[in-house]
Antibody, heavy 117, light 108 residues
Framework: EVQLVESGGGLVQPGGSMRLSCAAS????????MHWVRQAPGKGLVWVSR????????TYADSVKGRFTISRDNAKNTLYLQMNSLRAEDTAVYYC??????????WGQGTLVTVSS | EIVMTQSPATLSVSPGERATLSCKASQSVGSFLAWYQQKPGQAPRLLIY???TRATGVPARFSGSGSGTEFTLTISSLQSEDFAVYYC??????????FGQGTKLEIK
């Protein structure tokens, strides 16, 4: 059974940093690109970042470029999102998601990041 | 960036009735269109991909249609568990693969 389990969310002050993790199981993690998608409270879904299966190609939404870094450890079957210089508008539930073709066939349960003083 | 627009924002339907949700793209996305269902406190669930193919385990009462810029998700006979928010998403070209703003399907 495919499982994606996020962790690392919580409350952080503006300007602070946080690292999210997504532990994958039930599939060959190293064969898949992986994505992060976020959802602000009461709002819709917004793509954040993606990484190729080898970890040497990444892309970011303009809103997080230069502040967030996506990475992965295929030996540990884990995806990461390092978030720096956090802003109030980064408050959201962050989901890791596995792309099927461009759509997402598996999602984690999400982890809430709250940026507030 | 392709903009996805869903309508209506909220749809009130009685159990057992048919629900029809619309998604329009600002330019053609071919058949590269997915639909998701999201219940409160849960992650989105893939329902339909490639505009009309049901994902694994999705009941037959869910169907998708359309191509180009106009798409429809139809739920033929609403069950209590179907009341949720539904999102469309295109994956025609990068960057990025954008989502619609969602349609909330509520009990009438």
């Amino acid at each position: 059974e495919v499982q994606l389990v996020e962790s690392g969310g919580g409350l952080v002050q503006p300007g602070g940093s946080m690292r999210l993790s997504c532990a994958a199981s039930g599939f060959t993690f190293s064969s898949y690109w992986m994505h992060w998608v976020r959802q602000a409270p009461g709002k819709g879904l917004v793509w954040v970042s993606r990484i190729n299966n080898d970890g040497d190609y990444t892309t970011y939404a303009d809103s997080v470029k230069g502040r967030f870094t996506i990475s992965r450890d295929n030996a540990k079957n884990t995806l990461y999102l390092q978030m720096n210089s956090l802003r109030a508008e980064d408050t959201a539930v962050y989901y890791c998601a596995r792309p099927r073709n461009g759509d997402y066939d598996y999602w984690g349960q999400g982890t809430l990041v709250t940026v507030s003083s | 960036e392709i903009v996805m627009t869903q309508s209506p924002a909220t749809l009130s339907v009685s159990p057992g009735e048919r629900a029809t949700l619309s998604c329009k793209a600002s330019q053609s996305v071919g058949s590269f269109l997915a639909w998701y269902q999201q219940k409160p406190g849960q992650a989105p669930r893939l329902l339909i991909y490639d505009a009309s193919t049901r994902a694994t385990g999705v009941p037959a009462r869910f169907s998708g249609s359309g191509s180009g810029t106009e798409f429809t998700l139809t739920i033929s006979s609403l069950q209590s568990e179907d009341f949720a928010v539904y999102y469309c998403q295109h994956y025609k070209n990068w960057p990025p693969y954008t989502f619609g703003q969602g349609t909330k399907l509520e009990i009438k």
